[in-house]
Structures are given as structure tokens and as C-alpha cells.
């Protein structure tokens, strides 16, 4: 675990945050009437989560922590950026919807956390949060160590292999990387790229011709390290799914909406995984 690479992706993140909801409208009106940016893939396998204590990690500007909380659970979003969270915290007292947020490295959280005895019924993470792990197996150690004994985890991310293909669909990068970290240019505005399906509430122009001032260090995992992690910490894998599609990110040339915010490769072309999920249980 490089705590250098952490310090960096702080400060990208905390430039990129203040980017990134500038383009969302009205983000506490939405989930105060209801709204919710959870996708129907994380809420099938979180299933019934009221009244269960859930963490959720790399929680970002706690959009799906209160969408979370909105299901009835009693929530904790941790993040490194101290941008996501101060917004994060203003989110829930101006929604009116209850969360708990700490500024944190998760793995420091997560080792305080054990320290505590404390214990959560999910454990959960989604979309982007693992290519910024640097230490895999430590990370899903810890995790096993902080689920109560009937305890499940659950992630929804992108597929590595759609990350190794360029804006053409053709492969230009190892699938193979086995966590090496590379620098990248920094967070990008990635709201501002694909607003229609990641700003929920409203588009609104915001910060334009956003440059990253902080680099940022990125550590590329496949699918089996992720899975042999977890059960090298002890965790029974329950469900592993692949879908041929993808939630909110239409990176690759020509992809198409086919309903609900999800974007397919263009028609006619073969499939593969755009994204993936596992369920994990003690």
C-alpha cells in the first residue's frame, strides 16, 4: 500500500469534486422528493437493507450513501476527499436524510473501525472505486474483518477489459497488470462527459474546460484478482455476474442507450462484459 499514491488521488479528487457537482442541479431537492441513483444491478443484491447497518466505501458526494439510507438502512460513507465529504454532510442536512460521513483512507478507517468492534450487515462499493485500491488484499481482509457474521459485501463496477480498450473498441492496454500503478493526467470531469445519465436532477453548465491540476495514480485489476481476494479473506463468493452492458458511462465510441440510463456496444457488434458484480458472504 503506497500512501504517496493516496495523498495524490486526494488532491485530484477534491479538484474534480467541486467540478463535478457543479453540473448537478438542485442535488438535495431530488433526493428529498424522492429521488434515488441507485441502480436496479446494487439494489437486487443488497436486498432488504432496512434497518441493517451498511458502510459504504469510497463514498464519493454521498448521492447513493442517501440514496442508501433512503431504503430504510443506517448508513456510513467514508471518502478521502475532504470535497466529498464536506459536500456529502451539507447533502444530508439540506435533503433532510440522515448519514453518517467520515473523511478517511478507507484502509485507516477500516483498521480504526476493527479496533472499535465495530460490525456492519453490507458492506458495499460501486462504479470506479477499485482501480484506486492499492493493496487488494489487504482491502478485502479488512473488509471480512468489519461484516457481522451473516454479513454480505457487495461491489458493482465497470469491466477492467472495457479499460483496455480505446475510444474505437480496440485493445491498446495489458488486461494483465495485476494492480501496477500508473500516474493518469488526473480525475477528469467526467459528469461534464456524460451529463445526461450521471446528473439525475438537472444539467446544469457549471465549470467549464476543467483541467486536473493534481495527477492521479490509478491500479487496474482484473476480474480474478478481485474474487481471489475476497476469498483469501475468508469470504464464500455467492454471486459473480458479467453484464454486456454499462450503468451512467458511455465512453466507447457509438454506444447506445437501451433504457434506464444503461448504454450497450453499437448494434451489431460482439458482446463482451461492460461491467461486472460480486456478492460475498462470510
Aim: aromatic fraction near 12%.
Amino acid at each position: 500500500m503506497n500512501k504517496k499514491f493516496h495523498e495524490a488521488n486526494r488532491l485530484s479528487w477534491n479538484a474534480a469534486t467541486v467540478v463535478h457537482n457543479s453540473h448537478k442541479h438542485e442535488q438535495a431537492a431530488f433526493l428529498r422528493q424522492g429521488g434515488n441513483t441507485l441502480y436496479p444491478e446494487e439494489l437486487s443484491l443488497l436486498g432488504d437493507i432496512k434497518g441493517l447497518n451498511i458502510l459504504h466505501l469510497q463514498c464519493n458526494s454521498g448521492q447513493d450513501t442517501l440514496s442508501l439510507a433512503q431504503h430504510g438502512a443506517n448508513v456510513t460513507g467514508v471518502d478521502i476527499s475532504d470535497e466529498a465529504i464536506n459536500f456529502a454532510r451539507q447533502l444530508s442536512i439540506d435533503s433532510g436524510i440522515p448519514a453518517q460521513f467520515h473523511l478517511a483512507d478507507i484502509f485507516d478507517w477500516m483498521e480504526q473501525a476493527i479496533t472499535k468492534n465495530l460490525q456492519f450487515d453490507r458492506v458495499f462499493c460501486s462504479y470506479g472505486a477499485l482501480i484506486w485500491l492499492s493493496d487488494l488484499n489487504n482491502w478485502a481482509k479488512l473488509i471480512s474483518q468489519l461484516l457481522t457474521p451473516k454479513g454480505k459485501f457487495i461491489a458493482v463496477e465497470f469491466h477492467p477489459l472495457a479499460f483496455c480498450l480505446d475510444a474505437q473498441w480496440q485493445p491498446y492496454r495489458d488486461y494483465f497488470r495485476e494492480g501496477l500503478a500508473f500516474e493518469a493526467a488526473g480525475v477528469e470531469d467526467y459528469v461534464a462527459d456524460y451529463p445526461e445519465t450521471l446528473c439525475p436532477s438537472k444539467v446544469l453548465e457549471g465549470i467549464t474546460n476543467f483541467q486536473n491540476p493534481h495527477p492521479s495514480f490509478e491500479f487496474h485489476w482484473g476480474t480474478h484478482e478481485v474474487v481471489n481476494a475476497l476469498i483469501q479473506a475468508g469470504l464464500r463468493i455467492e454471486q459473480f455476474n458479467e453484464y454486456p452492458y454499462s450503468n451512467g458511462w458511455s465512453g466507447l465510441a457509438g454506444m447506445r442507450h437501451i433504457g434506464d440510463n444503461r448504454l450497450a456496444q453499437p448494434e451489431g457488434m460482439p458482446r463482451i462484459p461492460l461491467m461486472y458484480s460480486v456478492l460475498a458472504g462470510k
